[in-house]
């Protein structure tokens, strides 16, 4: 097997691009790789199946200058009982719509001097092709999360006449009816009104699977959730699952709080619930917890024809950038509810502290090389 140092890589970067035919097959390998790392890296795609479509599925809009993808829903329909003179009470078929609009997430526009890239020992142009995708797919989350707390506030709002705080206060109280949202159990244990997660108990979960199933009625007697929705899957930060390995022995039994204690929680499942973690907590914040449907009963996700790589090289500076086309809908709001393990009311304007980070801070880098600070260089006395 050929091995390749960094350094012949980043010379035959240099070397393809100096031809046309070389620029295309540069592009053409790293959207090779770009395309398999989109299903892996998005928890979006773990929870609404990615779909790719052409030109040939959408529709033009009449509403703005773009392309969009038209979506059924589900008529209505029920039955009833009838004597032998009776007859069925009649209903037009009046069958439902919604329009997928589509927008582009790009990456940077990455610019390097030719003369720069040889000097590097690392291959650096592979790493940001790699990176590319991850960094595309983050805002892609991002994105998807914040509509998908619109939906669970839009439906707490009409239970709760959009003007009752949803803390744990008015929660324990019988104040706050909870539609689409719950509170965590030592949540509602605190009298604190703050926004630090607790650790989630086991009857959190299965508190958050009835809510999904449940037909909640408000105060009018008004139907806010139909119900009859079966819980397929939760998605949580990884740092709230581990809470999983503090549940004792009266939660697990001998053998799994055995294994616990050893592996910690090595299931892909707690509580009858497939369970999606992600280490992305600047986007999913630590203390919510999202449980959804399967994704017929909730909406669509799809990516308009591949995604695209473009690279030249002017002179002697190289020039690239990673875009795609994708398009989110939510057809069924009611097919997500949210666990809040904090006493606060997450839609209160103060509650930036369990909100996704703002698309600025996403690239926050961990190290202090920038300042200067590495071992052996900083001082210890």
Known sequence: METYSPELINAGFIERLDTRDGQSKTAAA?????KDRLREASFTDMIIPNERVVRGDLQRSTEHDTLVKIVDIEPGSRAMPL???????????????????????????FEIVEQELMAYEMPITRIIEENSLKDMVEIKDREFLIHVDACVDAMQEEGNSGS??????????GTALAVSKIKGELARQTSDTGYSPLAI???????????????IVDGSGNIIRAGRLRPAVMLLTESDADDFDQWTLEDLGSQLQGETAVEGWTYNKAV??????????????????????????????????????????????I??????????????????VKLELYPGDSADASADAVRPSSI???????NKVAAGLTFPRIAVF
Do not use: C
């Not at 790293?30 to 770009?34: A, G, H, M, N, V």
């Not at 600047?282 to 990516?303: H, M, Q, S, W």
């Open 30 to 34: 790293s959207l090779t790789y770009i």
């Open 83 to 109: 004597n032998f003179r009776g007859l069925p009470t009649a209903s037009y078929v009046n069958g439902k719509r919604y329009a997928i609009g589509f927008f582009t997430i790009s990456s940077e526009k």
């Open 201 to 215: 108990q086991r009857p959190d979960i299965v508190n958050i699977k009835k809510l999904l199933k449940r037909q």
């Open 164 to 173: 009752i705080p949803f803390t744990a206060a008015n929660v324990t109280n």
């Open 272 to 317: 009858g619930l497939r369970i999606i973690k992600t280490i992305k907590n600047d986007i999913l914040r630590e203390g919510n917890a999202y449980v959804f449907t399967a994704p017929e009963f909730f909406g669509r996700n799809y990516t308009l024809n591949d995604v695209k790589f473009y690279i030249d090289k002017v002179v002697n500076r």
């Open 319 to 336: 020039h690239w950038q990673a875009w795609m086309d994708v398009g989110m809908g939510i057809g069924n709001i009611a097919a997500v």
């Open 360 to 366: 600025e801070s996403l690239g926050t880098q961990n």
